[in-house]
T-cell receptor, first 114, second 112 residues
Framework: DSGVTQTPKHLITATGQRVTLRCSPR?????VYWYQQSLDQGLQFLIQ???????AKGNILERFSAQQFPDLHSELNLSSLELGDSALYFC?????????????FGPGTRLTVL | GQQLNQSPQSMFIQEGEDVSMNCTSS?????WLWYKQDPGEGPVLLIA?????ELTSNGRLTAQFGITRKDSFLNISASIPSDVGIYFC????????????FGAGTRLTVKP
């Protein structure tokens, strides 16, 4: 158990809909990262938040957005969903700001868009 | 962006054999990490490397941070069936670890 929690574990929805994925980082971690992993693919970095502010952006679509709240949990919002958005979405957290900070991953949310 | 080239893509080995996989990049990384992912689960950190030339072991796993800081390898000795999974290398570009890139993964199958 990495200490990172994600909900829900599974999500099935229809095209055009909007969903929200939630992540709680490990206790003490200030950074939260979101990744997308499509079937049999590697991890694609989407976005990072550090202590409530956006810190880095990767290959995140404009239809997707995220935020980190004062209690440090984060939400990833996916809107106008398309079939190709079906994937595993992982959240990771790290202490950040210190040398050699490792990212610890949550169990993921499996999103299926029908 | 900076890409990591991980090889091989997949490996089929017999239980007891040793395994080696590596990652290379055209960019210099400050940190290299190796993760293992089981099906439907999140990646789990195996080894983290912080200095060029560093050689670190974790049980039957050994990883090295290349001298040029552009590559890393992971060795697994005396493989067992539970080693099955996908192994990812990851490199952090900044000292603060904010910008991490992943390799495409090596899928390992171990035959009993």
């Amino acid at each position: 158990d990495s200490g990172v929690t994600q909900t829900p574990k599974h999500l099935i929805t229809a095209t055009g809909q909007r969903v929200t994925l939630r992540c709680s980082p490990r206790s003490g971690d200030l950074s939260v990262y979101w990744y997308q992993q499509s079937l049999d693919q590697g991890l694609q970095f989407l976005i990072q938040y550090y202590n409530g502010e956006e810190r880095a952006k990767g290959n995140i679509l404009e239809r997707f957005s995220a935020q980190q709240f004062p209690d440090l949990h984060s939400e990833l919002n996916l809107s106008s969903l398309e079939l190709g958005d079906s994937a595993l979405y992982f959240c990771a957290s790290s202490v950040s700001g210190t040398l050699g900070n490792e990212q610890f991953f949550g169990p993921g949310t499996r999103l299926t868009v029908l | 962006g900076q890409q990591l080239n991980q090889s091989p893509q997949s490996m089929f080995i017999q239980e007891g054999e040793d395994v080696s996989m590596n990652c290379t990049s055209s960019s210099i990384f400050n940190t290299w990490l190796w993760y293992k992912q089981d099906p439907g689960e999140g990646p789990v950190l195996l080894i983290a490397l912080y200095k060029a030339g560093e050689l670190t072991s974790n049980g039957r796993l050994t990883a090295q941070f290349g001298i040029t800081r552009k590559d890393s390898f992971l060795n697994i000795s005396a493989s067992i069936p539970s080693d099955v999974g996908i192994y990812f290398c990851a490199g952090q570009l900044s000292p603060y670890g904010d910008d991490m890139r992943f390799g495409a993964g090596t899928r390992l199958t171990v035959k009993p």
